[in-house]
């Protein structure tokens, strides 16, 4: 179990590497080609965020592990919200300024109670998969209209200054996106190999490994890159990174690894995580909604997010050990 857990280690140190080079290489590369600012920032820094989650998943289900492939999208999804935003708004709380984000989060949940419907039959079958992808390609879509539409935009102006941090030219630009690639199909394999074999090797489901160590593991760009534009008041990246993120994570990641190959859902899923991830979703709605007060995910809303994550794990460990 030693080396498995090496490997777990090093998959998730060269996950984070890869995912964040492949990031600063997608959006530069962007950038050259006239990509508006705000598109990259939810486009192409939102498929860059999820990459770790994509590949990982694709993998696992590729290799007979459905619920590592399940167990990171919807585990990733709660971490993003509790774990990432509850850490994030107790740095600095998070205002809402961007509509392009506040147009996003009706349609992210949404989105969740499509996913929880999908599961109530205990299957994600290859039309499922589909759906998901469908809608999927139809988010994108509206979401490149809405920007072509938006002239100026909080996400919008926070991610040229993100550009002009990390400009680099066209061909180091492009080297990092195949060498980011590359590096995440290598490093998941690591990461999805050892996390099988603890699994096997603690007497656990290979979803609960999936739910927490491979899910927070790969939710670590997000975690980073949210924790550093909290720091520098940039709140719009902070939330649009997982809003974009949790939208990828229930169409794409769940929607190409179920067509790689159908999965079967037991029935925890759908009565423990499910629920989790919507009534989390819900919550953020509401939060970023200002139904309350000012449009912000306050510090005390920031300790109740970090609370309901502390509490989920423990209940996830309860059921796997007790």
């Not at 984000?101 to 499509?114: G, I, N, W």
């Not at 999927?136 to 938006?150: E, L």
Request: charge should be neutral.
């Amino acid at each position: 179990m030693i080396t498995a857990s090496l490997a777990v280690v090093l998959g998730l140190a060269l996950l984070v590497y890869s995912a964040d080079r492949f990031i600063e290489g997608a959006a530069a590369a962007a950038r050259h080609w006239g990509m508006p600012p705000l598109l990259i920032g939810m486009v192409v820094v939102g498929f860059g965020t999820s990459a770790p989650e994509m590949t990982v998943s694709a993998l696992a289900a590729y290799q007979g592990n459905p619920g590592i492939a399940l167990g990171n999208a919807y585990g990733s999804n709660i971490a993003n919200i509790a774990l990432i935003l509850g850490v994030t708004a107790l740095i600095s709380s998070i205002p809402v300024h961007s509509q392009v984000l506040r147009k996003e989060l009706p349609l992210l949940t949404a989105v969740t109670l499509l996913a929880a419907w999908q599961l109530h039959d205990g299957e994600v079958s290859r039309a499922d998969a589909w759906v998901l992808f469908g809608v999927f390609a139809a988010v994108m879509g509206w979401s490149i209209w809405q920007g072509t539409r938006k002239r100026r935009d909080a996400l919008g102006r926070e991610m040229v200054q993100e550009l002009r941090e990390h400009a680099m030219p066209l061909r180091q630009a492009l080297f990092w996106v195949v060498a980011g690639l590359l590096l995440l199909v290598v490093s998941s394999r690591l990461l999805v190999w050892g996390a099988v074999e603890i699994a096997q090797a603690l007497g656990v489901s290979d979803l609960i490994i999936g739910l927490t160590v491979v899910a927070v593991g790969t939710s670590l760009p997000e975690l980073a890159s949210s924790i550093v534009a909290a720091r520098k008041g940039e709140h719009d990246i902070a939330l649009g990174n997982v809003i974009g993120s949790n939208m990828f994570n229930t169409l794409a990641v769940v929607g190409i690894a179920g067509m790689i190959s159908p999965m079967q859902v037991g029935l925890e899923v759908f009565s423990r995580d499910m629920p989790v991830m919507a009534l989390l979703t819900v919550s953020l709605f509401v939060f970023c909604y200002g139904f309350r007060g000012p449009d912000r995910i306050s510090r005390p809303e920031g300790g109740m997010l970090l609370l309901a994550y502390v509490t989920y794990t423990v209940w996830l460990l309860g059921t796997a050990f007790g």
